[in-house]
């Protein structure tokens, strides 16, 4: 077996590279030194002396997460994968003997973004660049939401009925570090028949470019419709709204009239008045609009490595999945960039 040479690094990135490396076309697409002053905030706070180990590059750490995202990792996997992998090391800009962050400087990275909400604003300044960039909302939004699960509680009906009522049970605050593993904000919720326990993604995506533009995190129990006034983008140059059938309501079309937008929300049936054939011919027409979100999620479940996320509390996931939706629209950023 040959000693590895200065070059050999460099050779293996560069053949990489010519294979189609994803990771480079993201790096060559998305300027993430964009994002440094805002992610210089995680280090805005007094430090106690000048000892020790300086803080990580917060732009290193920020591409770290977005790995993450991008392949469903877990903090220790993502520091297992640094460095084993030469492609991340190559889109952090690292070499084989630089350091590599641990996985609970991850876990404190991503706990300090929490607390600042600086997700949120990270999601919303890549959005403006967007618009800068010439990919401006346009030809209309969609909206949807899509159910992310986590790992289901083995609880007892009383227990769970406590949670539900918004106390927390007897034998969680004898035992604290149970209390910790227990995810008492994600709740169950039924759809197609089959019964998920988590959290829901709602999101707002324009037709044109399906870019994520708007998003909020609920717990799966609430109802789609809920959230639709909270996703309108009046950044979009056309004020056409689509989704699915759930959103359907007078109220929601009466509401969307006085603000100036215009229903093209699937319609429903029931049993005392079935949809018409002219009402099925429209909802075959939107269809083909609307079906654009399902590619968005389609992406996050298969691309992204799976909807399952290893985190407890409803802060929590609404970090991760911020981060999901923002690494989202970096890639399909870098794809329309290159196209």
């Not at 990919?135 to 009383?158: E, M, T």
């Not at 769970?160 to 227990?182: E, L």
């Not at 099925?280 to 609307?290: E, L, M, Q, T």
Request: charged fraction near 30%; include cysteine; charge should be positive.
């Amino acid at each position: 077996m040959s000693q590895a040479g200065f070059f050999d690094f460099q050779q293996r990135k560069d053949q990489l590279d010519a294979h189609g490396n994803p990771l480079r076309a993201l790096e060559e697409a998305v300027d993430f030194e964009a994002f440094r002053p805002t992610l210089e905030r995680v280090h805005e706070k007094q430090r106690k002396s000048d000892a020790g180990r300086r803080p990580y590059d917060v732009v290193l750490m920020f591409k770290l997460l977005v790995l993450q995202s991008l392949y469903n990792l877990s903090d220790a996997q993502v520091e297992y994968q640094v460095r084993d992998r030469v492609s991340f090391m190559a889109f952090l800009g690292l070499d084989p003997g630089d350091a590599v962050p641990d996985e609970k400087t991850l876990w404190l990275f991503r706990e300090r973004l929490k607390a600042l909400g600086l997700v949120e604003v990270l999601f919303k300044q890549f959005n403006d660049d967007l618009s800068g960039a010439g990919f401006a909302a346009s030809k209309g939004s969609i909206v949807d939401a899509s159910i992310v699960p986590v790992p289901r509680q083995r609880n007892s009906r009383d227990d769970n009925q406590t949670i539900k009522d918004g106390y927390t049970p007897a034998s969680f605050a004898r035992n604290p570090c149970k209390h910790r593993q227990k995810d008492t904000d994600a709740r169950w919720t039924t759809r197609h028949g089959e019964r998920f326990f988590g959290y829901k993604n709602h999101v707002n995506v324009d037709v044109k470019h399906k870019l994520i533009r708007r998003y909020r995190v609920t717990d799966a129990a609430v109802h789609d419709s809920r959230m639709i006034d909270a996703l309108l983008d009046e950044d979009n140059t056309n004020r056409d709204v689509y989704a699915d059938g759930a959103y359907h309501s007078k109220a929601i079309g009466e509401r969307l009239e006085q603000q100036g937008y215009r229903d093209r929300i699937h319609r429903k049936g029931c049993r005392d008045a079935p949809l018409t054939e002219r009402d099925r011919a429209w909802n075959r027409v939107r269809s083909k609009v609307r079906a654009r979100v399902e590619h968005v999620f389609g992406r996050q479940a298969q691309r992204l490595g799976g909807k399952l996320i290893r985190c407890v509390g409803i802060a929590r996931v609404r970090t991760v999945i911020g981060l999901r939706n923002l690494v989202y629209n970096l890639e399909r950023y870098a794809k329309l960039v290159a196209a």
